[in-house]
């Protein structure tokens, strides 16, 4: 059985439909990475695999682990193992990245039958995943995300994925803001998780981030649908010729466009 | 008989059955008491109060009985009597506008039992001055009129927790007046626990000295109905610091009108009052500031941010900025809200349940007025309420 299997799925905001039938498996151990030009799509099925109430699912189905993931409140697939990197991580003031971190680390591990961690155990454990993604450990007292640059929220995003260790792990953008040694210390944490038991989906527009997380699997994203699906070749193919040499318009490099 | 004069003359016995008091209190009592049959209770006619319907107070029928008040006093402040204070009492907070302290003052208490203190001059106190006022008022319903005047003198630093509670029905009456030296540093806070049967009114008003530092708190989650007016005289280089915090469910009531007057040039003022409301309660903001021709180089910040939980409750926030001088600077800002639909989510995807989630976040909006509360047993009582309080409101 595979892990996740998306069979057909459609989504829309307000009137607007933004997923128009994808299909796409993934099993345990594997990276696939979503390609595509802005608004094809891509963030959209990030939310929704985590549960995002904005969009209405019209169609389709996901199983995930043998169950339908979309019958599922956001908690609940986050405490069954799936966990979205955010393109744009939520600033909110008034509660630390500790409490909150604990919080969330206590109710996933209640749900898979393991012992709250107590405050030293968690601040072992949190040190050393801090070291992992070389974060100050005085943003560990901050309140989450908030006054945090670009790069340190990314780093935020991946040092919370590495403490909640998922099953399921779905990078949305991870790689969009980050000059090239954020990259590579955001690209050496997820490597790091990389294993035989977890699956990750890495959504990016650019191969760039390609380089560093390797991924088994690509698939071109245009207008919500799959256009193109291949190995690790295909990024780089895109690399050469661009989204136009898939006949796919890029929206964000058509400057003036309306 | 007018509905009016009834409602006053429901106050006529108990105010003549009271024992005269020695020469100008009594005078004083009397005028108060003349003040507020003229006046009348407010209407909801009355600009002031316009929000604030207070028939409830009005038409009940209340025993008016001496506060009950319990006062913890740290090494060196001096209790005095109300004949020693002649020069102060009543000129922070004046009746003639208002029905209230009319009242109040006109069941003014010789015998020891209205709050009297002065922080003498250069004097630190090493902890607060607390002063708690708890009614029981069963169910036929007491009035009760607690009056304090604290004199802090120049360069002394004190802080003041003033807490008011209670069971059953009541109404209290307070009045609060603080007169602080040049360069005095006060903090003062006004915590309203009150019973869900009881009403509220209240006025703490303060007159500040040159350079002095004053800030109020004020807190307040109980009570059916709740008004508060908060306010300052500014003097020259003053800098006064008015925070608010109203948590309110159900079908409670609490209005705050506050008052900054920058009479003198130099002088700084940053307001921030935050609200969460829920069910169908309602609250009121009402910030007025006044800078004086005189009052050049005024510095004055205005913050309103209120949470809104639920669709049928009812804020009612409104700046009032009366600017006479021309070189000064005075901002406003009023927000009205929900929980942010994004940081919940980001919360629940981490796992944490809705619930919890939407606590955190209520909690959160919180945590910056809790976050400015100096005196540590205060903040740490608090922050317990609150977060028993967010349980309620987050199902």
Redesign the interface.
């Known amino acids: 059985m595979s892990l996740l299997e998306i069979r057909d799925l459609h989504a829309t905001v307000g009137d607007r439909e933004i997923l128009k039938g994808i299909d796409l498996t993934v099993d345990a151990g594997e990276v696939h990475a979503i390609m595509g030009p802005n608004g094809s799509g891509k963030s959209t099925l990030a939310q929704v695999l985590a549960g995002r109430e904005l969009y209405q699912v019209t169609g389709g189905q996901v199983i995930y682990d043998g169950n339908d993931l979309l019958a599922m409140s956001p908690e609940d697939r986050a405490r069954a193992g799936i966990f979205l990197a955010f393109q744009y991580p939520v600033e909110i003031p008034g509660v630390s990245n500790m409490y909150f971190l604990k919080a969330a680390l206590n109710t996933v591990r209640k749900s898979r039958g393991l012992e709250e961690l107590d405050a030293f155990d968690f601040l072992s454990l949190v040190k050393e995943k801090m070291k992992l993604m070389e974060m100050d450990q005085a943003l560990l007292n901050r309140p989450v995300n908030t006054g945090f640059s670009g790069g340190e929220k990314k780093r935020n995003e991946i040092f919370q994925m590495a403490v909640l260790e998922p099953r399921l792990a779905i990078l949305d953008e991870t790689d969009s803001g980050l000059d090239i040694d954020a990259l590579r210390t955001v690209a050496g944490g997820v490597n790091a998780l990389r294993g035989p038991e977890r699956a990750m989906i890495v959504v990016t527009h650019y191969q760039r981030l390609l380089n560093h997380i390797v991924p088994d699997f690509v698939h071109v994203l245009s207008e919500g649908r799959i256009v193109k699906s291949g190995g690790k070749e295909l990024a780089l193919e895109l690399e050469e010729s661009g989204y136009a040499g898939l006949g796919i318009e890029d929206e964000e490099e058509a400057v003036g466009k309306v | 008989m007018t509905a009016v004069s009834e409602q006053v003359g429901a106050w006529l016995a108990p105010f003549t059955a009271q024992p005269p008091a020695a020469g100008w209190i009594q005078e004083l009592r009397e005028a108060g008491f003349r003040r507020f049959a003229e006046m009348g209770f407010p209407t909801t006619h009355d600009e002031d109060w316009r929000f604030t319907n207070v028939a409830p107070i009005a038409r009940s029928k209340f025993r008016v009985r001496a506060a009950d008040v319990l006062r913890t006093l740290p090494e060196g402040v001096e209790q005095l009597g109300l004949d020693e204070v002649r020069d102060h009492l009543g000129h922070c907070a004046g009746f003639d506008q208002n029905a209230f302290v009319a009242l109040n003052t006109a069941f003014l208490n010789d015998q020891g039992l209205a709050t009297v203190l002065r922080v003498p001059r250069g004097a630190v106190l090493e902890s607060p001055i607390e002063i708690t006022c708890e009614v029981n008022g069963g169910e036929s319903g007491v009035a009760v009129n607690p009056r304090t005047l604290i004199l802090v003198g120049a360069n002394a630093q004190c802080s003041i927790v003033e807490t008011h509670k209670g069971s059953g029905r009541y109404f209290t009456n307070a009045v609060t007046e603080i007169v602080a030296g040049d360069g005095a540093i006060v903090d003062h806070y006004k915590v309203t626990l009150e019973a869900p049967g009881a009403y509220h009114v209240g006025s703490t008003e303060a007159r500040l000295g040159r350079s002095a530092n004053y800030t109020t708190h004020s807190i307040s989650l109980g009570g059916a109905l709740v008004r508060h007016n908060v306010g300052a005289v500014l003097s020259e280089g003053t800098e006064a610091t008015l925070n608010g915090l109203y948590i309110v469910n159900g079908t409670q009531h609490v209005d705050s009108h506050t008052t900054i007057d920058h009479a003198k040039p130099h002088g700084t003022s940053h307001e921030l009052y935050k609200g969460i409301l829920d069910g169908k309660a309602s609250a009121v903001f009402n910030g007025r500031i006044l800078v004086r021709k005189d009052a050049q180089k005024t510095d004055s910040k205005q913050t309103n941010k209120n949470l809104v939980l639920s669709e049928e409750a009812v804020i009612d926030t409104k700046p009032e900025l009366q600017i006479l001088a021309d070189d000064v600077r005075c901002t406003h800002g009023a927000t009205i809200g929900q929980l ?4 919940l ?10 619930s ?2 939407r606590r ?2 209520t ?6 007025i809790v976050d400015r509360i100096k005196v540590p047993e205060l903040k740490d009582s608090l922050e317990r309420m609150l977060v028993e309080k967010f349980h309620e409101h987050a199902q």
């Open positions: 942010d639909a994004e940081s989510f980001y919360l629940q995807s981490r796992g944490i349940g809705k919890e989630a955190l976040l909690y959160a909006f919180a945590q910056d």
